[in-house]
């Protein structure tokens, strides 16, 4: 049996963890802090808080549905969903506080009560950011991303140019709406990517899909919960994990990795 070492324990280790030992490899996670969770760990006080250190949003719950349903389980075996509304608050400068409510037909008259017609255009907006969503997640984001041939599939590629993946977020956003409040509300979910939306292809609108259509959702008991559902997961296929235990070194031989130095 092939040995295969993970280095972290946030999402991406636990599922790479829980696929690797059902598909037969033997797998050891190797998690630096002292619980699993990576960026997405809790800490527990002693007097009974538990803090998120992470996210604090459960956004495109069809993600975890599938990961769970690909072992034989739902996410109502290990965790309770509850959809939040409004769905979030936006503070601007000045203290105007904008709540975005979790029913699209609030959201309408929301958009119009701020900019007049702006309402229509979102129905367009969200039309395009749909099918990004749905093409995105179905032919790029599942893809192991082994060779370009896995993208030359003629669904792909007749979506090319719906996908919009050359031209500026920003600048998309910006077709539709003009006041800057609706602005901000409309390019701040890419942060999440870890860039600015002028640097960012107009293809990621699929997440204003996520977030304005597909709801945000709380994990009950915080995002504890889900990690240790996926922890549970892992252990059940096998999993090893070694907490307390940073990677010092990575073992190379004739450039390819084969091993790792703990502590």
Known sequence: MQNIAIIGSGFSGLSAAAYLSAAGYKVSVFEKNDTAGGRARQIKTHNGYVFDMGPSWYWMPDVFERFFGDFGYSVNDFYKLTLLNPSFDIVFPGNEVMSIPEN???????FDSIEPGSAARLDKFMEEAKFKYEK?????????GLSVTEFANAGLIKGAMRLQVFSSFSKHVRKFFKDPRLISLMEFPVLFLGAMPEDTPALYSLMNYAGLKLGTWYPQGGFGSVINAMKGLAEENGVQFYFNAEIDKILVDDRRATGVQVN
């Open 104 to 110: 699209y037909g609030e959201l309408h008259s929301l």
């Open 136 to 144: 995105g997640m179905h032919d790029l984001v599942y893809m192991p």
